[in-house]
């Protein structure tokens, strides 16, 4: 592995069970994240992103492929590979009868980092007023922000992180983010994966779109929009109905090949489309020809959402099913 790469890893595998209810939750993935960068891992429910992270972090043996972690191999280092990471999962692992402070001295104790580490780390995470207070009497973001503290006790290279801001606000959502681009800035590699889009748009400097159980597409957010082109969005006046709304969806599906999104409140139908120099004044054209009112048509960049939906397997075979 290069000095450049904090996780490498190719054609990594891994199966659970056998015959024919066997599942192959990984197969064959390549990663390529660079030191001291935010990747974000995204993906369909059961695309494998979980069981990735398991596989580099050494909690599980993969069946077939290679990886090495902050410069060591998962297979035949996996203890160096420990000593190099840290580990954020979707649920907080602290004790609840224990203070947060006494929380962090005892991930102190256990992994042989300085005592005073578990104090920078409150000051750092602004938990020194509930430092003393059993961690159960948390809010949820601060249990998050000692969770996150708990995996830095012994500064690692690699921070991988699972889904950190589950359930909570957008305070305590916004104060995961400052700590992530923080650490990032630091030197930090960060491994996120994550169910909102808005983060890894957020935060990740690249972003691996996976698609069971492999790397489909991957790039900066940027550009991963590209690729899909721009949104086209139609405006119908309130007073058109319904059908004047669904005639518009017809419209946009024809020219497009894409499955429109409508909004009936709204009262939008927008559709993703490659050439919007050209589909849009067609579109318009082919709404007058039918008769159907028009009160806007705009263009604008696609969001990570759409682009997920555009991209992932599972959307197309939702489409198919609905077709």
Known sequence: MTSTYAVLSEGLE??????AKAVHAVRGLDLAVREGTVCGLLGPNGAGKTTAVRLLTTLLRPDAGTARVAGHDIMSAPD?????????????????????RENLRLFARLLRAPRSRADELIERFALADAADRP????SGGMRRRLDLASSLITRPAVLFLDEPTTGL???????????VREL???????????QYLDEADQLADEIVLIDEGRAAHSGTPAELKAQIGH??????????????LHAAAVVLDQLTGARPRLDPEKRTVGAVVLDPAVTLPRVVRELDASGVPLMDATLRPPTLDEVFLRLT??????EEVAA
Request: proline share 3%; hydrophobic share 35%; glycine share 10%.
């Open 14 to 19: 891994k199966r659970f069970g056998s015959g």
């Open 231 to 244: 949104y086209a969005e139609i405006v119908v006046p309130d007073d058109a109905g319904e059908q004047a």
């Open 313 to 318: 397997r599972t959307h197309r075979k939702t």
């Open 135 to 138: 961690a159960r009497t948390y």
């Open 169 to 179: 606000d957008p305070h305590s959502r916004n104060a995961i983010w400052d700590a």
């Open 184 to 194: 990032a800035r630091a030197g930090t590699t960060v491994l996120l994966t994550t």
């Open 80 to 100: 160096a590979v420990r000593r190099s990471i840290g580990v954020a999962g979707q649920y907080a692992s602290v004790d609840g009868d224990l203070t947060g």
